[in-house]
């Protein structure tokens, strides 16, 4: 059963827009306390992007794309959501969402906190 899957990237001029979801399962929201998007860029490290708390919704944003991005959640749906504003090349990169479990150990910017990854989705920002 596919845990988390997401959708939305896609080629998208700089300044533009995108909003990527990121569907869960019942059995990954159960024991989430963040969902978090993380993205990959060629030859580099996993980096982390935006996380919300599950229950509480608070929100938490990696310094460069703060003021641009908003992550966002709907619980009756289990989607969580990432609205990608002013966009520029340097976010190029796969998208991948990401749901925590126990123990629960680790900050919620921290790769190795989360057991679960859906399959990410490519965003391509044109100069």
């Known amino acids: 059963q596919v845990q988390l899957e997401e959708s939305g990237g896609g080629l998208v001029q700089a300044g533009g827009s995108l909003r990527l979801s990121c569907a869960a399962s019942?059995?990954?929201?159960?024991?989430?306390?963040?969902i978090t998007w993380f993205r990959q860029a060629p030859w580099k490290e996993r980096e982390f992007v935006a996380a919300?708390?599950?229950?509480?919704?608070?929100?938490y944003y990696a310094d460069p794309v703060k003021g641009r991005f908003t992550i966002s959640r709907d619980n009756a749906k289990n989607t969580v959501y990432l609205q990608m504003n002013s966009l520029k090349p340097e976010d190029t990169a796969g998208y991948f969402c990401?749901?925590?479990?126990?123990?629960?150990?680790?900050?919620?910017?921290?790769?190795?906190?989360?057991?679960?990854w859906g399959q990410g989705t490519q965003v391509t920002v044109a100069s």
């Open positions: 019942e059995r990954a929201v159960s024991t989430a306390l963040y």
């Open positions: 990401a749901a925590d479990g126990p123990p629960w150990s680790g900050t919620y910017s921290d790769p190795l906190r989360y057991d679960l």
């Open positions: 919300i708390q599950w229950s509480g919704g608070s929100a």
